[in-house]
């Protein structure tokens, strides 16, 4: 329970994988409809992660699940602005797999 509780930064250990989760799954589900790696997708994101989804955890009253799921968007969006400016697109993740893990 103590490592769940550790801190990344600002957040708990057990919230930067939620943000992370949201990352890779919002990023997934708007490809089709805004796009990826480039600057208006990434514009379209930001907008997104910074106003409709607060917005919408205030109305419903789950402002932190809102907050995590705006903050995964949110760092979806900046590195869709990072990569359409070339800095970062040249570099590729690579692959791994269960044979890699220590």
Same mark, same amino acid.
């Given at each position: ?6 801190? +990344? ?5 057990? !919230?930067?994988f939620? *943000? $992370? ?10 490809i089709? +409809? ?5 600057f #208006?997708? $990434?514009? *379209? ?9 607060? #917005?919408?955890?205030?109305?419903? $009253? #789950? ?12 760092? !979806?969006a900046?590195? !869709? +602005? ?5 800095? *970062? ?12 893990l220590?």
């Amino acid at each position: 329970m103590k490592l769940i509780k550790a801190k +990344v930064g600002e957040f708990g250990l057990g !919230d930067s994988f939620a *943000i $992370g989760f949201s990352k890779s799954i919002s990023e997934v589900l708007m490809i089709p +409809v805004v796009g990826n790696g480039t600057f #208006y997708s $990434g514009l *379209i994101k930001g907008s997104i992660g910074a106003f409709i989804i607060p #917005y919408l955890g205030k109305i419903t $009253g #789950y402002t932190k699940a809102s907050n995590i799921i705006a903050t995964g968007v949110g760092i !979806d969006a900046v590195e !869709d +602005v990072i990569r359409s400016t070339g800095l *970062i697109g040249a570099v590729s993740g690579g692959q791994s797999s269960s044979s890699n893990l220590i």
